[in-house]
């Protein structure tokens, strides 16, 4: 097995990756629920907690590979 240097980052989400998620996730809560109370034509209506799910899971790799 090779070494590691203590600040390489590993490819396994961290603490650091929760906090931004969690964050992310927190914030989308509010839009999420709007958009679930008030859906957009042809759009099929999802529970404002997936969405906000489904927002900070595309949102948090962005913010955390700027980095």
Do not use: N
């Not at 490819?11 to 809560?29: D, N, Q």
């Not at 034509?41 to 906000?52: D, E, I, L, M, S």
């Amino acid at each position: 097995m090779i070494a590691r240097s203590p600040t390489a980052r590993s490819r396994a989400p961290g603490l650091e990756y929760g906090i931004y998620f969690a964050a992310v996730f927190l914030i989308s809560l509010a839009p999420a629920l709007i958009r679930m109370a008030v859906p957009r034509r042809g759009t099929r209506r999802r529970f404002f907690v997936t969405h906000a799910w489904a927002m900070a899971d595309e949102v948090t790799p962005r913010i955390f590979s700027a980095f």
